[in-house]
Every structure is written in C-alpha cells, then in structure tokens.
C-alpha cells in the first residue's frame, strides 16, 4: 500500500464516527483532505451535518463538495474534529503545522469535545521533536521573538536550528492569519509541557504547534491495518 492508500484508510475510519446533525470540524493537510472528499460523498447522499473549517484551503475544498459550512461565531462548540498530524506520542501529544494552519487547528480542537487523528503510521513516534516544531509568530520585532524563542527552548534543554517558513519561490510563507512561522529543527523535546509554557509566555508568539490534551483519539493506518491510540467514543 503507498502512504496514500493508508491515509485514505485512515480516514474512512474516522468516516465511521460521523453521526447525522453532528457539528464537525474540519483538518488541513493530506490525510484531512481525504477525510473532506468522503465526507462530501456521504453529504451528496444526504448525510446532514454542519462543519467549521480550520483553513481557507479545507473551507474551499468543503464548499466546493457542497459540504454545509458555518464558523466558530455561529457554531462555537463543535461534536468532533478530523485532522491530521505531524507527529503523534503513545500519550496522544501531538505536532501540527507543518501545513501552517496550527492557529486555526488549535482554535478548533480546543472547540470541540473530541478530536481524532487520523495518519498513516510513520507519524507516531516515541518522543515528539523530529519533525520541526512550527512556532507562528507575528511578523512586527521579528528579531526579537526570534531570540525570545531561541531562549525558551534552551531554558528547557533543547537546541537547534530555527528557521523562518518560506515558500517555493523564496518569499516569506504568511499564514491564513497574517502571520509568519519559524520552524524549530529540535530532533527531540524531552519536555513539551515545559516547551509549550515557555512559548506561550513570548509576547510575539502566537501560538505554537504543540497540541497537547486536546487529541482524544488517534487513528493510525499500516499496511497491516489500523492502530487505535486512546478511545475513538
């Protein structure tokens, strides 16, 4: 089976979970695109939800399928969310953003009563960190956060490279909320609690993509079959 095989797989099982008049919210990112496609095909067939999107990418791919849309101002608390990740831990903490929609995910997530994830296999590690930690920040005093940042990863006994996200054509990557992410090419967090805190006290980060007590389930495929991490009810 391709990698795309599995988060197909993935994803229909997350499929499974979709009950008629929930409020849904919608992941970014390849296996969460999967995840949109089937449900548009359950909608097509009558199936009647209402989703929140968590990026303007997810929002057209939604509309675009005829799914019902709304936003957290209407719908503030939401049933269930379907993303991705990045990285996931046997205890359900998680790495998002490498499609730079972490603000708006997490915004989301931390709307809804459960999350589950869904991804192929490759995405679970024993410790978080070899994927690059995307931290978004807000483009005034640059310079400053970044120092900030490089502090409060060292504060915790962590090092590495930090990065400022740029698109293909060398420009600086904008998030869907006007904002700018450096990546942290840390190879292992040995405290992402710890980490977590230390980001949230810099006055220009955002938000970071540590998400940390909000996955509730994890759904993660193989060519073997799926894995379940946590309670999927």
């Not at 969310?81 to 205890?91: C, L």
């Not at 490759?122 to 690059?132: E, M």
């Not at 698109?167 to 006007?178: I, P």
């Not at 894995?227 to 009810?233: A, E, P, S």
């Amino acid at each position: 089976m391709t990698p795309d095989d599995l988060k197909k797989l993935a994803a229909a099982r997350a499929l499974e979970l979709v009950r008629p008049g929930m409020r849904l919210g919608l992941g970014t990112g390849s296996t969460a695109k999967h995840f949109v496609d089937m449900l548009g095909a359950r909608v097509a067939d009558g199936l009647d939800v209402v989703c929140v999107s968590t990026s303007e990418v997810t929002e057209a791919q939604a509309r675009a399928l005829g799914i019902p849309m709304s936003t957290l101002e209407e719908t503030p608390e939401l049933d269930l969310t379907i993303d991705g990740a990045d990285e996931v831990d046997g205890e359900l903490r998680l790495i998002k953003g490498g499609g730079a929609a972490l603000l708006r995910e997490k915004i989301v997530a931390s709307a809804s009563a459960r999350m589950v994830v869904i991804a192929d296999d490759s995405k679970l590690v024993t410790q978080l960190g070899r994927f690059p930690l995307p931290i978004e920040i807000v483009p005034f005093g640059l310079e400053v956060t970044r120092r900030a940042v490089m502090a409060a990863i060292a504060s915790v006994g962590s090092a590495g490279e930090l990065v400022l996200r740029r698109k293909a054509d060398g420009t600086v990557l904008v998030t869907d909320g006007g904002h700018y992410i450096l990546d942290a090419h840390l190879g292992a967090i040995a405290q992402p609690e710890a980490l977590a805190a230390a980001l949230a006290r810099i006055p220009g980060v955002v938000e970071h993509g540590l998400f940390l007590g909000l996955a509730t389930a994890a759904i993660l495929a193989s060519a073997t079959g799926l894995t379940i991490v946590g309670t999927l009810d």
